[in-house]
């Protein structure tokens, strides 16, 4: 039998980078089981196998700080460092 866990990351971005939503999804055999959302600023379980992680997560200053600055240090800087390469592509 196989088990797969994986995780997936996304930033939308609105009107360049003035509002920037992150997007942290986790998924277990298919399912997604939680995600943090920027725009709430917490972790959400979205089945019942993710509530008691996403609990603890929720209960961890250290962990929520980490993924709510990811929108300045995950998508704002990869909008930075890509947008050049991106536009020379068009």
């Known amino acids: 039998e196989v088990f797969q866990e994986y995780g997936t990351s996304e930033c939308h971005?609105?009107?360049g980078t003035e509002r920037v939503r992150f997007l942290d999804k986790?998924?277990?055999?298919?399912?997604?089981?939680?995600?943090?959302?920027?725009?709430?600023?917490?972790f959400v379980?979205?089945?019942?196998?993710?509530?008691?992680?996403?609990?603890y997560w929720n209960s961890q200053p250290e962990i929520l700080d980490d993924a709510r600055s990811a929108v300045d240090t995950y998508c704002?800087?990869?909008?930075e460092v890509f947008t050049p390469f991106l536009v020379r592509r068009q």
């Open 13 to 15: 971005y609105f009107n």
């Open 26 to 42: 986790y998924i277990y055999n298919r399912q997604l089981y939680a995600h943090f959302d920027s725009d709430l600023g917490y």
């Open 45 to 55: 379980a979205d089945s019942p196998m993710g509530e008691s992680t996403v609990r």
């Open 76 to 79: 704002r800087h990869n909008y």
